[in-house]
T-cell receptor, first 112, second 112 residues
Framework: AQSVTQLDSQVPVFEEAPVELRCNYS??????LFWYVQYPNQGLQLLLK??????LVKGINGFEAEFNKSQTSFHLRKPSVHISDTAEYFC??????????FGTGTLLAVQP | DTAVSQTPKYLVTQMGNDKSIKCEQN?????MYWYKQDSKKFLKIMFS???????INETVPNRFSPKSPDKAHLNLHINSLELGDSAVYFC???????????FGSGTRLTVV
C-alpha cells in the first residue's frame, strides 16, 4: 500500500523568501506523485505532477518539485513566495491501486 | 465553463435527515470519485466509479450510497445523517492515462 507523509503541518515564511514543503512517500511499486493547492474555502487545484522522465518538475505559479527515488521524497519549492501563495498544500501519491492517496497537508503562511 | 461541478455548495441539515449531493463533469473523463475532507483537512477517498461501475468502495458506513446514472454524473446519497458526517465532500474525475484528478469546489455539509 502507498502512503504519504508531510512532516510539517505549518510553514511560516516571509514574503519574497524561498520555501520548501517536504513530502515523503512509501510504496513497493512505481508511483505517480502530485502536489495540489487548496485556497481557503475552495477546491483542490493541481500544481504539478511527476509521472516519469526528468526528476525536476515545473508547475504553475512558479512552483517546482524534485523527485528523489533513493530518498522517496517529492519536495515542493518556490524561490520567492507571495502573500497570495498562502494556502494548504497537499502531496499525493497514486500507485497500482489507482487511488490518489493524500498527505495530511501543509499550511503555507506567508507573512508581509 | 466549470469542469467538475457539485451542488449544493453548502448544506445544513438536522440529524436523522437524508440528503443528496450531486456531481457532474464535462471533461469526458471515465472515472469519478468522492472524497471526504474532515475538520483537520484530511482527505480520504470514499468511492470511485468507472463507466458507471463501482470500483473503489472504502470502509464507509452503508448509510452512504453513491449512484452513477452515466459516466458524467456521480451522486452521493446519505441516510440518517449523524453529527460526525459534517465535513467537506469533494467530487473528482480522471481519465485513464492522465493520472491526475480534477476536483470540484466541494460541498460543505453541516449536521446540527
Amino acid at each position: 500500500a502507498q502512503s504519504v507523509t508531510q512532516l510539517d503541518s505549518q510553514v511560516p515564511v516571509f514574503e519574497e523568501a524561498p520555501v520548501e514543503l517536504r513530502c515523503n512517500y512509501s510504496s513497493s511499486v512505481s508511483v505517480y506523485l502530485f502536489w495540489y493547492v487548496q485556497y481557503p474555502n475552495q477546491g483542490l487545484q493541481l500544481l504539478l505532477k511527476y509521472l516519469s522522465g526528468s526528476t525536476l518538475v515545473k508547475g504553475i505559479n512558479g512552483f517546482e518539485a524534485e523527485f528523489n527515488k533513493s530518498q522517496t521524497s517529492f519536495h515542493l519549492r518556490k524561490p520567492s513566495v507571495h502573500i497570495s501563495d498562502t494556502a494548504e498544500y497537499f502531496c499525493a501519491v497514486r500507485g497500482a491501486t489507482n487511488k490518489l492517496i493524500f498527505g495530511t497537508g501543509t499550511l503555507l503562511a506567508v507573512q508581509p | 465553463d466549470t469542469a467538475v461541478s457539485q451542488t449544493p455548495k453548502y448544506l445544513v441539515t438536522q440529524m436523522g435527515n437524508d440528503k443528496s449531493i450531486k456531481c457532474e463533469q464535462n471533461l469526458g473523463h471515465d472515472t469519478m470519485y468522492w472524497y471526504k475532507q474532515d475538520s483537520k483537512k484530511f482527505l480520504k477517498i470514499m468511492f470511485s466509479y468507472n463507466n458507471k461501475e463501482l470500483i473503489i468502495n472504502e470502509t464507509v458506513p452503508n448509510r452512504f450510497s453513491p449512484k452513477s446514472p452515466d459516466k458524467a454524473h456521480l451522486n452521493l446519497h446519505i441516510n440518517s445523517l449523524e453529527l460526525g458526517d459534517s465535513a467537506v465532500y469533494f467530487c473528482a474525475s480522471s481519465q485513464v492515462g492522465n493520472y491526475g484528478y480534477t476536483f470540484g469546489s466541494g460541498t460543505r455539509l453541516t449536521v446540527v
